[in-house]
């Protein structure tokens, strides 16, 4: 992921998995700094554009060229994006 600007975190405000997604990139600055794109699946635009990139449940982080799914694989890659 070293070189991608802002990545894109699909969730759902109502789902604990996502809140925990949320929460670590928050603490690992990638908030702030704005190197991520929080993108709500209750928008039907945002739902789409997960279901583009074949994705469908959350969390999921799009890195620019793969989409990690789950929580396990989403907070991993915004770790490994922090370094």
């Known amino acids: 992921m070293a070189g ?3 990545l894109e975190v699909f969730h759902a405000i109502t789902d604990p998995d996502s809140a925990v ?3 670590r990139a928050a603490e690992l600055g990638l908030v702030e700094a704005g190197r991520i794109a929080l993108r709500n699946v209750h928008f039907e635009s945002h739902a789409a554009a997960l279901a583009a990139l074949g994705g469908g449940p959350v969390p999921a982080l799009w890195d620019g060229s793969r989409l990690h799914e789950g929580l396990a694989a989403t907070v991993a ?3 490994a994006a922090a370094r």
């Open 4 to 6: 991608v600007d802002r």
């Open 21 to 23: 997604a949320r929460r």
């Open 77 to 79: 890659a915004l770790e």
